[in-house]
């Protein structure tokens, strides 16, 4: 949990930095365009930019506390409801893109591994090359064209639910499992057909990081001296490359996971565009370009908050796999 | 297929790609914003073998212009990284102790950010323009020179030659000036040529997002963005090829850091 602590304290002086730094007047900025003096001199008052940086530190720190991340210009909504209504559209996207990328790119990083030089190892590497080039919104694009206007058989790419169907109460916000807690099959399928082309770019993109690491990381502990024992002792195939080889070649995976969730969160925002998703990336792309700052802001706060989540997650994680990595340290 | 042919074909695309840089503008067959109204979204043909986009302009010859654009975002940025990263990156690392705390921590915090996020932060910011994008992408690139020049610069920091020269009376700075930082470079230049490829990405992502490049510009980001209204409707050449000169570039940049990497480096060969 402290090695945490750090990180937040910079991600919060950088952010800081960030609304600072605003060429001109910070308070004319927050206000709007359309804001008078007298709000202007609200804002400036509410920011606390008459008075010293460090104090103006403390008074921004305070206010994220508080849940105070400002005002979006365009809704007039705090910026923190607007984040968090599009927040579960954006997860359910990435979440779903990494769980696919694991899903294909871990059985072949083995299987690269397991075979060196075969046909296997070669897809594999021929993959890991071309995924790290591909531009993402690149991928999407093609996806769309390929299987909406050439094949039909993927829904059109605007949102995450034909105008047709009324979005599922909401419990989770994740369409697909909010749909199947109000029973609702018809629903579910619709929400699954928009996720598909999406989370597969998603997944394309994450593959390849994965993939390599993987296979890097079972070569290694294929030619280890616990491997070789094991193979001495009789054991079976299965077993050796399960228990004794994944097991411990998992680790550097889930490392790279978290590097490869922080790309994806990058990602995210390019496949939300391209899929007309309303996750939070859209609403970030719309707000850059309507010079909207504190939902900026508030939006990449937000997504570094999340990132050291997850990293936190599989600090955890990995202290619970590897008896060797202290929770203490 | 050899190692060294990979190297070899991806060196002669690099170079293709630099001339086409420098001399797109007289080898393009059209001028690139000369828009026909007569003439739009046609699909490839003899005479516009990429097709015309919606206003009739010639999608090869704003193919074949963009790619100064693209070099030089992506050129700019990453000279800007090399040259702030390795100097931050080699203090850490030859005097360690507060200097290498302090680096190693601002380093850290620019990585706690999802990176193409922070970088339409940092966008956001600064202002909408190429200048600010090109500012971007060099801070996120920053911690990767950092990293590598500080760990290049620590292994050599006892070296023989830095003794030696230590009891000749040179002074620090101009030992690490002078005899540790040549020797850095290698590594130092293998990671640049695999960052150049994401740097162009990453700027071409930017712009596909409406950030930095404007309208009648030829980039490959946005001209992709432009296509992409098109795609539902079948027109794919307006998207496929930026895309793909996009995507080539990218390509040639990683197999050449890859190829450089295998020389500098044979121990870490995939």
């Known amino acids: 949990m402290l090695q945490a602590v750090p990180s937040i304290f910079g991600v919060i002086v950088i952010s800081f930095v960030l609304t600072r730094a605003l060429p001109g007047d910070p308070a004319v900025y927050f206000a709007g365009a359309m804001a008078d003096k007298e709000s202007i001199e609200q804002v400036r008052q509410a920011l606390g930019l008459d008075r010293s940086w460090v104090e103006q530190f403390f008074i921004y720190v305070g206010n994220l506390a508080q849940g105070d991340w400002g005002q979006s210009l365009k809704t007039g909504q705090p910026v923190t409801e607007e984040l968090l209504k599009r927040l579960p559209a954006s997860l359910e996207l990435t979440f779903i893109g990494l769980g696919l990328a694991v899903l294909a790119a871990v059985p072949l990083g083995i299987l690269a591994a397991t075979n060196p030089g075969s046909w296997v190892d070669h897809i594999c590497r021929l993959l890991v090359t071309a995924g790290v080039s591909l531009p993402t919104f690149f991928t999407g694009l093609f996806l769309i064209y390929i299987f909406y206007y050439l094949l039909g058989w993927s829904p059109s790419p605007l949102g995450r639910l034909n105008i047709l169907y009324l979005s599922p109460s909401h419990v989770t916000g994740f369409y697909i499992i909010d749909s199947l807690i109000a029973g609702d099959l018809e629903i579910f399928l619709g929400a699954l057909a928009q996720l598909i082309l999406p989370t597969i770019t998603l997944g394309l993109f994450a593959l390849a990081p994965i993939a390599r690491m993987t296979r890097g990381a079972m070569l290694g502990a294929l030619s280890s001296d616990y491997v070789r024992t094991a193979r001495a002792n009789g054991l079976s195939k299965s077993m050796i490359l399960l228990t004794y080889a994944f097991r411990n070649a998992s680790l550097p995976v889930l490392t790279t996971l978290g590097m490869v969730f922080s790309f994806l969160l990058g990602a995210n925002v390019l496949v939300e565009k391209v899929f007309s998703w309303p996750g939070i990336g859209s609403f970030a792309i719309e707000a850059l370009i309507a010079s909207d700052y504190a939902a900026v802001q508030g939006f990449v706060l937000s997504m570094a908050l999340l990132f050291i989540t997850v990293n936190l997650t599989i600090d955890v994680i990995l202290a619970i796999t590897d008896p060797r990595v202290g929770l203490e340290e | ?270």
Request: charged share 15%; hydrophobic share 55%.
């Open chain 2, 1 to 270: 297929m050899s190692e060294n042919l990979v190297t070899v074909v991806s060196f002669s695309l690099f170079l293709f790609i630099v001339f086409l840089g420098l001399f797109g503008e007289f080898l393009a067959p059209y001028d690139p914003l000369a828009t026909a109204a007569s003439n739009t979204l046609r699909p490839p043909s003899w005479t516009h073998p990429f097709g015309t986009d919606n206003l009739g302009r010639d999608v090869l010859s704003r193919v074949i212009v963009a790619t100064r654009l693209d070099l030089s975002i992506a050129l700019s940025a990453v000279a800007l990284s090399f040259v702030i990263g390795s100097a931050l990156g080699s203090v850490a690392g030859f005097w360690g102790g507060w200097w290498d705390r302090i680096i190693g921590r601002f380093s850290d915090t620019i990585m706690a950010f999802p990176l193409f996020v922070l970088a339409m932060g940092i966008v956001a910011a600064l202002g909408n323009t190429v200048e600010n994008i090109v500012y971007a992408t060099a801070i996120i690139n920053l911690p990767f020179y950092i990293r590598v020049s500080r760990a290049e610069t620590s292994v050599r920091r006892e070296a023989g030659y830095v003794a030696a020269a230590r009891l000749c009376g040179i002074s620090e700075i101009r030992i690490l000036a002078t005899q540790v930082f040549p020797n850095t470079l290698p590594p130092m230049m293998v990671q640049i040529s695999l960052n150049m490829g994401w740097a162009i990405l990453n700027a071409a992502g930017l712009s596909f997002i409406g950030l930095g490049v404007r309208a009648p510009d030829a980039e490959w980001g946005i001209m992709v963005a432009e296509g992409a209204t098109y795609i539902v409707s079948g027109e794919w050449w307006l998207a496929l090829f930026p895309g793909a000169a996009l995507m080539i570039a990218v390509f040639c940049f990683n197999l050449l850091g890859d190829g450089l990497r295998d020389l500098v480096d044979p121990q870490r060969r995939t």
